[in-house]
């Protein structure tokens, strides 16, 4: 009869004692685990034990002496032990690199440790010492877990059906250009995949033709073949997006050659193109003005301890009144609406200072703070819409937030028109003439049309994105051909019909037979698969300048593209296999 046993992870473990020096056993917890080959068995009696012991290791041990069994029992426990202190080490820098740390901070968190275990433990003091945590070594750990993450990424895209790429550049605080390539990638049974594909270093120029060289060599590298790129999105920017020369142009034209029947998709950042829309507004006479004040009472310590005695003095319910990024309309907005909310002590506070600001009793100026209030804090909710941690899977539902934000802009055109204010309340407590609102209502209507021309890419995709979204209710007539017949086949099944609205869109078109909508099915990838926007590389580029400030300007590349790739990573990295490697390695040695 064989014991009951099972498979356990012995790696990573600290192991008590040795329980039997007879059977190679030691004990965890009170539980016998087998040091060879870590198969616990159930229950801690000599019978088990033997049992297992002659099954799978008499053949190699049993010519061992008592002694000899014990000396190869105590080698194996502190194999064991020497790879959960490695193990221990790993998940440190990890940590260290996903928190963005420097790495020489290995060292204050092993002191914690070491203080922490001879107050709680003191017997295994010992173990956490052994930990080794120099910034040397967390080096080395950081880039043995980005090589990690970057092997499991290659393998996860050997199974993509089709994949997409979000491309941004910028610089970082040494003036070194950083192209960051993210990628997208949709295998048959739907699981999508989202992962930085590289951080590309550019010492020289960055036109075009240098992009598209880094460009290629990520894909190479990554072995991701061309003709599954399905869409790249971008910022806009002329390298990128030039008729002629740009890079999205070139990428194009390597497709073609590969399959000349196969057609990208280029997206603009909704972002990017959202942010744009303060030039559209003409309201630099107010931002200009309020930029100043705040300056005013920011630029001197004096000032601002002042002002913030006072609003706590008067219970305004604002603590302060904070700088803004002139790049950023979340930013921005709350700005202005604290400005519009603090107007009245401001203008105190100022006049008391010998630094009146006129633009405070203009009713006119006043008027278009107000506005301009009111339509930064709606754009504010649009981008606040499109940032959610969740959206990134579906542009449809990206440029659904977009076009109800077009939307309200109209409404709140045609209402201006007639004098109704009611989605406008900041602008409805100031007073305004008829050519105000005449005018507010113009300035709804120019920024209507600039985003309905910014969205014409998003736009072009509106009956393709429908059809992925809602595909019982999309016209078949619209439909591209080749999926016209699979779509009412679709369409008629009441079944499916019920299954698509109780369970999420990805798992609807997993669960769809291949064989009988494949069109469909690889139409419905190609969409899903798209970035809506390039969010995820501004968020890296914050991580980076984090990073690489001027306070940790010497990282090197290869390093800020490890902390990168370690940040951003959904993918857990395989420390079992590390430890391994390392074992390996120091064996070699």
């Known amino acids: 009869m064989s014991a009951k046993k099972r498979k356990v992870d012995i790696e990573g473990r600290v192991f008590n004692k040795i329980w039997t020096a007879k059977y190679l056993f030691t004990d965890i917890q009170g539980n016998a685990v087998c040091l060879v080959c870590g198969t616990q068995v159930a229950v801690l009696k000599d019978y088990n034990l033997n049992c297992h012991f002659v099954t799978k290791h008499e053949e190699k041990y049993k010519n061992l002496s008592d002694e000899e069994r014990a ?32 790495f020489s901070d290995g060292e204050f968190v092993k002191e914690c440790l070491v203080d922490a275990a001879a107050l709680m433990c003191p017997e295994k003091k010992g173990a956490y010492e052994n930990v080794s945590l120099p910034r040397r070594t967390v080096t080395r750990r950081v880039e043995d877990i980005a090589e990690n993450l970057e092997l499991q990424l290659k393998e996860k895209a050997a199974e993509f059906d089709c994949f997409s790429l979000a491309l941004d550049e910028s ?57 599954k790129l399905a869409g790249v999105t971008t910022d806009g920017c002329p390298n990128l997006t030039g008729k002629n020369v740009g890079l999205l142009k070139r990428m194009q034209d390597k497709v073609t050659e590969i399959n000349p029947e196969q057609k990208l998709t280029f997206l603009h950042c909704i972002i990017h193109q959202e942010v744009l829309r303060k030039t559209v507004l003409k309201m630099n006479h107010v931002v200009d003005v309020v930029t100043k004040v705040v300056h005013f009472i920011r630029a001197r310590a004096l000032n601002h301890r002042q002002l913030v005695a006072l609003l706590e003095d008067s219970e305004s319910g604002h603590g302060d009144v904070g700088y803004h990024c002139a790049v950023r309309w979340l930013s921005l907005g709350k700005v202005l609406k604290n400005v519009w909310d603090l107007r009245v002590q401001i203008q105190d506070f100022c006049a008391k200072k010998g630094h009146d600001i006129p633009e405070f009793s203009d009713d ?14 709606l754009m504010n909710e649009l981008n606040a819409k499109l940032q959610c941690k969740g959206l990134f899977v579906f542009v449809h539902q990206m440029y659904s937030a977009a076009k109800a934000f077009m939307r309200k802009l109209e409404l709140l055109s045609s209402q201006v028109k007639e004098k109704v204010l009611t989605h406008l309340p900041t602008l409805k407590a100031a007073t305004k003439s008829a050519d105000h609102l005449q005018k507010y209502s113009e300035m709804l209507d120019a920024l209507h049309c600039e985003f309905s021309r910014r969205f014409q890419d998003f736009k072009n995709l509106e009956s393709e994105m429908l059809l992925v979204s809602s595909p019982f209710n999309c016209s078949v007539e619209k439909a591209p051909s080749d999926v016209q017949m699979e779509l009412i086949d ?3 099944d009441s079944l499916l019909s019920d299954h698509f609205r109780s369970v999420s869109l990805l798992h609807f078109y997993s669960s769809l037979k291949e064989e009988s909508f494949p069109h469909l099915r690889r139409h419905t990838q190609r969409i899903l698969v798209l970035f809506g926007s390039t969010y995820v590389c501004e968020q890296t580029f914050l991580v980076m300048k984090f990073n690489k400030s001027k306070h940790r300007s010497s990282i090197t590349d290869e390093h800020l593209s490890a902390v990168l790739r370690i940040a951003t990573s959904d993918i857990q990295p395989d420390f079992n296999a590390l430890v391994q490697a390392q074992s390996r390695l120091d064996y070699s040695h």
């Open 364 to 377: 006119e100026w006043v008027a278009d703070l107000g506005f301009t209030v009111d339509v930064t804090s």
């Open 171 to 227: 610089c970082d605080v040494r003036d070194t250009a950083q192209l960051l390539i993210f990628l997208r990638g949709i295998t048959n049974d739907f699981q999508i995949t989202e992962e930085l594909a590289s951080m590309q270093s550019m010492k020289g120029t960055t036109t075009g033709k240098d992009l598209m060289t880094e460009v290629n060599a990520c894909l190479d590298k990554l072995k991701l073949e061309w003709d």
């Open 490 to 492: 679709l369409q008629s």
């Open 71 to 102: 000396r190869v029992a105590d080698a194996l426990l502190a194999n064991a032990n020497r790879d959960a202190t490695v193990k221990t080490s790993f998940v440190i820098a990890h940590k260290i690199a996903w928190r963005s740390k420097p």
